[in-house]
């Protein structure tokens, strides 16, 4: 391979198809010309491996067993794409028996509310109050059944004034369901709403806000102590386990909205990270990405060194409020309060438009601005970066707003950014990305779908990948499919061809139509062996021999009488 003047980065990789009994092994070895070669060993996992050739001629020799190798492809690794399985997680974890333990699910948590007036459901009163726990992994909870069933509670506040009411429930039942919610003791007359129950067999613990007759929300003018009465208004099972007194000017529907949390292979109640899936962003390859930990550099505070500062928060970085796990993976540094500044002092590859992703971890407040200064000399971006609430495992992402616009013009090389949060608030910075303008998509925000090609390759690599529809697992039967779907950029039409067919439609897996008798072809467009003339195909007047699919015309071996062709042409 003579590349060229230039160096040049690529990748080698090999199709073989298995040969033998056993499995293949294959292995590709290159080696640079020189008397003594260094050599550069790719093993044949069935992904590529790049690696960098410089300018030259290069030897490349294969080494391989049990397989037969059909060709080498040498690509530059730009433009190279391993075939990648991706799966769209979008149910989330249950804990129901029918729920498969094996399937990947969405972990889901809600926004603490430890610090609001509560009452537990099972400190109530009723004639047949009930203690339950769908799971061992639940909290006590307690029942309601049948349109007579009251449960009374004693709920506390510290101040009066006006409240919201959120319900933290489970229920198996699907189908909606209504709780009235009654205040009694209060100076006026008595209070009255209801709260909305929807199906919730979930690994969380679903939230309900009360709301008046017109479905908005409810408003209780509260005292220091209130009898509270639930009811239920049908005869179904609802479990209940606690209802908040929220002020009503802190009332957000980010309480009552539950936030992923992670993937979990098998979900579970609880919100330990050992249960997820390590979640992922793209970096596109001309980004500049800025380590909070690595590049940043904190506002120094009165008596208290520089480098012993910076080591406490970097020791405080892995745990966050209320003992969320923020995963190994991230690097990010704590901005607390009275440590709220962090700076980073980059050059960036030309002078341009470019676009400014922060990513973070947020799982204590309601969504906050968080201050942010671009200095790219000369004119000085003010914006903001919307620290919405984020529970994730992998943290979030979000794009920094200067002047209603998020590509920013730098007209040198050196650029300062700053970021500041508001007093009172937390966040775990992780790191900054610049991008090009003209390399920036909106997907960058998003966590990569997860990629299963290891698990495929491990579990349906048997016998060249070959699926069976009857034998194979389901979930490769399924991934054969994605793949399909994604190598086509979506389903492929049935193609049916009309004379040849029953119909229009065909067989959902494979694509086969239906055809006519002595008719074959996925899309039924030939006649069978033995047949000629489509499409009304009829047998072929040649005793044991073929005929011509359209002509009907005997295929004899050379020098024999037709159409019999059973003895041999005189000469």
Known sequence: VNPGEDSLTGSVAATYTPGGQGEGQSEEVVFPPSSSPSYVTVPGDGFAKPFTLTAGKWIIRIRAQGVLLDYLVLLPSDYYEAPILREKITQPCTYTAAADRDTNCLLYKHLVMNRFNSVLATQGQSSSLRRLRPTLDHPDMASLTGRQDRLELSLRVSLPGPYALVLEYASEVDMVQNVNLIITGQSESRMQARANIYSCQYSFLCRSVAVDETNRLAVFQLTHKAELVLQTSS??????????????????????????????????????????????????????????????????????????????????????????????????????????????SARVPEPGRYVFVVQYCQPEHLSFPVEVLVDGGGHIWQGYVNASLCLRVSCCREVVVAERRIALDLPRHD?????????????????????????????????????????????????GFHIDPVTSSRFCRDSARSL??????????????????????????????????????????RCATGFYGFPYCRP??????????????????????KPACRVCESE
């Open 235 to 344: 005869a179904s099972l609802l479990l209940v386990h606690k209802v908040y007194a929220v002020p009503l000017k802190e009332f957000s529907m980010e309480y009552v909205e539950p936030k992923v949390l992670c993937i979990s292979v098998n979900g579970r109640f609880t919100e330990d990270s050992q249960y997820c899936i390590p979640g992922q962003y793209d970096r596109p390859s001309s980004a500049l990405v800025l380590d909070a930990a690595r590049d940043g550099h904190l506002s120094t505070l009165r008596g208290v060194p520089e480098q012993q500062e910076f080591d406490y928060w970097r020791r405080r970085r892995q745990s966050g409020p209320g003992g969320l796990y923020l995963g190994a993976q991230t690097e990010g540094v704590l901005l607390k309060s009275p440590q709220t500044e962090i700076s980073f």
């Open 415 to 463: 650029v300062t950014i700053t970021l500041k949060v508001p007093p009172g608030k937390t966040l775990t910075l992780d790191y900054i990305v610049v991008i090009p303008s003209d390399r920036y998509s909106p997907d960058f925000l998003n966590e990569k779908l997860l990629d299963k090609s290891s698990d495929f390759s491990r579990q349906c690599g048997q016998h």
């Open 484 to 525: 399909v779907a994604a190598y086509n950029d979506g389903a492929l039409p049935c193609s049916c061809d009309m004379s040849g067919s029953t119909g229009p439609g065909c067989n959902p897996a494979g694509g086969q139509c239906s055809c006519r008798p002595h008719v074959i072809g996925r899309q039924c467009s």
């Open 540 to 561: 072929c007047e040649c005793g044991q021999r073929l005929c011509h699919e359209v002509t009907g015309q005997c295929i004899c071996p050379p020098q024999t009488v």
